[in-house]
């Protein structure tokens, strides 16, 4: 079984930045890819971004493109979401997922794996 911790969430103002990161524990697959996810209120769980297992491999949505920086660090089992130039369209509650093998995932149903989610609130 594996175990998502997300954090780093909080209230900012148009313009701001924020840092995520998700600590992967239990037994993770050595190859596996990671994303992130948002979802706003009565809204389905939009993709935001997703990594490879290499760390080089990334993919964003485009509204995020520029201003958001997906990165994994496979010693510490950890991934990060660094998000700049927020906008209000940005809030949401951010998830991150993981998925054993190798590749992209942009979809929810590719991923086997959910944290609990973090609270992103940008204010106009």
């Known amino acids: 079984q594996v175990q998502l911790v997300e954090s780093g969430g909080g209230l900012v103002q148009t313009g701001g930045s924020l840092r995520l990161s998700c600590v992967a524990s239990?037994?993770?697959?050595?190859?596996?890819?990671m994303g992130w996810f948002r979802q706003a209120p009565g809204k389905e769980r939009d993709f935001v971004a997703t990594i490879a297992w290499n760390g080089v491999n990334k993919y964003y949505t485009d509204s995020v493109v520029d201003r958001f920086t997906i990165s994994r660090d496979n010693a510490n089992n950890t991934m990060y979401l660094q998000m700049n130039s927020l906008k209000p369209e940005d809030t949401g509650v951010y998830y991150c997922a993981l998925a054993d093998g190798y590749g992209l995932g942009l979809s929810p149903a590719q991923y086997t794996y959910w944290g609990q989610g973090t609270q992103v609130t940008v204010s106009s």
């Open positions: 239990g037994r993770t697959a050595s190859r596996n890819y």
